[in-house]
C-alpha cells in the first residue's frame, strides 16, 4: 500500500484545514486508517483512527471535538478535517494504514508501531 498526504499549509489559529490521504496498491477497504503527528523535536504521536468500513472512530484527547476522520473507499482516501486549530497543532501530519482487526482501542489503534504503512507526511503550521 502507498499513502500519499496532501492538504497540509500554514493556518492561523482558530483556522481550519482538511488533509487527505490517497491510496494506491491495495483497496483501503480492509484496512484501519490512522493519522498521526510529529512536532519538531517530539515523537510522533497517533491523532485518529478510522475503522475499514466506517463503523468506528478513535481520537486523541487532545484533538477530539476539533478534528474529525473520515473515509470514502470507493475513492481509496482518507481525510482529516481540522477546525479550531491551535499552534500547538503545528507538526507534519502522516497517514498510516494497518490490516483491520478487532475493535479500535489502545495500544494496537495508537501505537506507532502498529502500523506497517505510512505516507511521507505533510506540514501543517498554525501561527498564533
Known amino acids: 500500500v502507498q499513502l500519499v498526504e496532501s492538504g497540509g499549509g500554514l493556518v492561523q489559529t482558530g483556522g481550519s484545514l482538511s488533509l487527505d490521504c490517497a491510496a494506491s496498491?491495495?483497496?483501503?477497504?480492509?484496512?484501519?486508517m490512522g493519522w498521526f503527528r510529529q512536532a519538531t523535536g517530539k515523537e510522533r504521536v497517533f491523532v485518529a483512527a478510522i475503522s475499514a468500513f466506517c463503523t468506528n472512530t478513535y481520537y486523541a484527547d487532545s484533538v477530539k471535538g476539533r478534528l474529525t476522520i473520515s473515509r470514502t473507499n470507493a475513492k481509496n482516501t482518507v481525510y482529516l478535517q481540522m477546525n479550531s486549530l491551535k499552534p500547538e497543532d503545528t507538526a507534519i501530519y502522516y497517514c498510516?494504514?494497518?490490516?483491520?482487526?478487532?475493535?479500535?482501542?489502545?495500544?494496537?489503534?495508537?501505537?506507532?508501531?502498529?502500523?506497517?504503512?505510512w505516507g511521507q507526511g505533510t506540514q501543517v503550521t498554525v501561527s498564533s
Open positions: 496498491g491495495r483497496a483501503l477497504s480492509t484496512y484501519v
Open positions: 498510516a494504514a494497518k490490516i483491520n482487526f478487532g475493535t479500535l482501542s489502545p495500544p494496537q489503534t495508537t501505537g506507532v508501531k502498529n502500523y506497517p504503512y
